[in-house]
């Protein structure tokens, strides 16, 4: 329970460093200072204690909840560029067991398709930008179409993964890319690890989609009493 407090309170953001898991940060002074913190992180933990299921399609289908972060310690005035790429959390395909309401291994997952980027939109933008108001990743879309050419995240139908945040510095100087490794910083937060599918299976992950997305109110049964 007291996760949850500790979320809204803020303390639970991330920094550069602490994610390289090493004390003296190599990283350009532009990222080592850059705080990330998941918002609606609540209704994430929420979802990831039923196990988070997200519905891939041939035209692509948006996340909910959408990723969205709170930037801080950027240096106002550099160039960043934000992406998010989905990396599988292991090379198993699951099937869901209704009788137990529980994920089971069901073997080997497919080939992945190469990795994708998803550039935010706004990139690349000063820190001052970012930082000013929530970064949210709501265009991105989902994708199980190998030959998509929309540019969606493409990923296979039951197999889990992770969603990563990357943020990189955009260093004026030429020949900065014989240093890129130090302008950029990765986030990943592990309770908006997902399984993609093409239908739910669990029942109360779509009824938290329901009762939590503002745009799923025409798949809600209306009760007269409530009126």
């Known amino acids: 329970m007291h996760r949850h407090h500790l979320s809204q309170s803020g303390e639970l953001s991330r920094s550069c460093c602490a994610e390289q898991g090493s004390p003296a940060c190599s990283k350009a002074p532009q990222v080592s200072r ?73 073997g080997r997952a497919d080939i992945s398709a190469p990795g994708r980027m998803h550039f935010h939109p706004d990139s690349p933008g000063r ?14 879309k989902l994708t199980n179409n190998l030959l998509d050419d929309n540019g969606h995240m493409i990923l296979n139908s039951m197999q889990r993964y992770q969603p990563r945040f990357h943020v990189i510095y955009v260093e004026p100087a030429p020949h900065c890319h014989s240093h890129a490794h130090r302008n950029f910083c990765s986030f990943s937060f592990p309770e908006t690890q997902f399984i993609a599918v093409t239908a739910y299976q669990n029942h109360r992950i779509t009824q938290l989609k329901i009762a939590s997305n503002p745009f799923a109110k025409g798949f809600r049964t209306t009760d007269p009493q409530d009126w």
């Open 34 to 106: 850059v705080r990330v913190q998941l918002e609606m992180q609540a209704l994430w933990q929420q979802f990831d204690q039923l196990g988070t299921e997200m519905i891939v399609t041939k035209a692509g289908r948006r996340m909910f909840p959408a990723f969205q972060v709170r930037i801080s310690g950027m240096d106002p005035s550099a160039e960043y560029v934000l992406l998010m790429d989905f990396t599988p959390v292991d090379d198993k395909r699951y099937r869901y067991a209704f009788h137990s309401s529980s994920w089971l291994v069901a």
């Open 127 to 140: 820190g001052a930008q970012w930082m000013k108001q929530t970064v949210s990743f709501d265009a991105l």
